[in-house]
């Protein structure tokens, strides 16, 4: 029998819906929200009432491109945690509601899962087990995926994701809302190895990047004189704005490569421990050209067989969400409708 899955999601700033047949992604539609750009940041009030505005537009434009209509539709899948609890209501009231009317199961998504499984969505697929290093604004972790069901996370973040990083170094920058890629584009213009950033000395495969911040943070108010906070080092706001302006290829070049050598180490020192050599990026993060650059190259020289989503599937996307639901729905893992979202949630 057919399986026809509706995703959505909701876990952010990006309204999605997806459909799915059989394990093939029919339709991803995105709408994004330009409203943030002049805070600088995610509003969440802001967030959720646009969720509100976009999700039917959205998921009747995903059922046309698909060319699907809602009897057809076997379950619907949504984004169940984590993310903002406001975004994630809208999603998950919508998902309920459509599948209490359709008479048809609910599936509960987890976010970061989804990111690991959106290296499944390609016809070249890892085969079990392989690594996955997820990485983006809100989480950094390496999963180890023995399933598409079952997943075990090896390391992740103590303090700050990857993502953040990057976003708070383009604010200390005075880059625009959202930097991260900013920081792409001018790395690539820039020398790597021209400022030295510390790389962190965590136990075992978790993570930490509130140190590297703290460095960035009083190298630029130092004018690039030191990584460490002492009154007589600090400049002037204007001699930091003119350092900064004389030297901000360099720079971006140099915090992209540290945080790309902090995660890449980290991925390697799994490999070795558990002998997995099938090797998955995955999450927003792993949209930057710095990092896939140096993932593949990492792989080559360990002979990995590595694996990178389109970029379509490295945002927050619903075709993530819809190939995730497909799985669950073979594995029976279907939820009631009192089902709850959430903020934070584990594995």
Not at 50 to 75: R, S, T
Not at 206 to 219: A, C, D, M
Not at 300 to 327: L, S, V
Request: proline residues 5%; aromatic residues 8%.
């Amino acid at each position: 029998m057919s399986v026809c899955i509706l995703a959505i999601e909701s876990s952010c700033d990006e309204t999605s819906a997806s459909v799915c047949r059989d394990g093939v992604i029919l339709s991803n539609v995105i709408a994004t929200q330009s409203v943030h750009e002049s805070f600088g940041g995610v509003v969440p009030e802001l967030a959720s009432r646009a969720h509100m505005q976009n999700i039917v537009p959205v998921v009747d434009e995903a059922l046309k491109q698909a060319g699907v209509e809602l009897k057809e539709l076997n379950a619907i899948a949504f984004t169940q945690a984590p993310g903002l609890i406001g975004s994630l209501l809208v999603g998950a009231q919508f998902a309920k509601s459509l599948s209490l009317a359709l008479n048809i199961p609910l599936i509960a998504v987890h976010h970061m899962q989804a990111h690991v499984i959106a290296n499944l969505i390609p016809e070249e697929k890892p085969s079990f087990p392989f690594l996955c290093l997820t990485v983006s604004g809100g989480h950094t972790q390496i999963v180890l995926c023995e399933s598409a069901t079952q997943m075990k996370v090896l390391g992740e973040t103590i303090d700050d994701a990857a993502g953040e990083a990057f976003d708070k170094t383009a604010k200390l920058l005075g880059l625009p809302y959202p930097g991260g890629p900013l920081i792409d584009k001018y790395a690539q213009l820039g020398n790597p190895d021209r400022f030295k950033f510390p790389e962190p000395q965590i136990p075992d495969l978790n993570f930490s990047f509130s140190g590297l911040k703290t460095s960035i943070l009083y190298f630029l108010r130092n004018a690039g004189t030191s990584l460490v906070y002492k009154e007589e080092f600090l400049k002037t706001e204007e001699e930091q704005k003119q350092f900064i302006a004389e030297n901000l290829n360099d720079i971006c070049a140099s915090v992209q490569q540290r945080i790309v050598s902090i995660l890449l180490n980290k991925l390697k020192k799994a490999s070795q421990q558990t002998g997995v050599k099938q090797i998955c990026l995955a999450g927003g993060v792993s949209a930057n050209s710095g990092l896939r650059k140096a993932f593949t190259e990492m792989g080559q020289r360990h002979h990995w067989k590595t694996f990178i989503p389109a970029f379509e599937y490295c945002t927050d996307n619903a075709g993530m969400i819809a190939m995730t639901g497909y799985y669950k729905y073979l594995a029976n893992d279907f939820v009631s409708l009192s089902v709850s979202p959430g903020a934070r949630a584990t594995f």
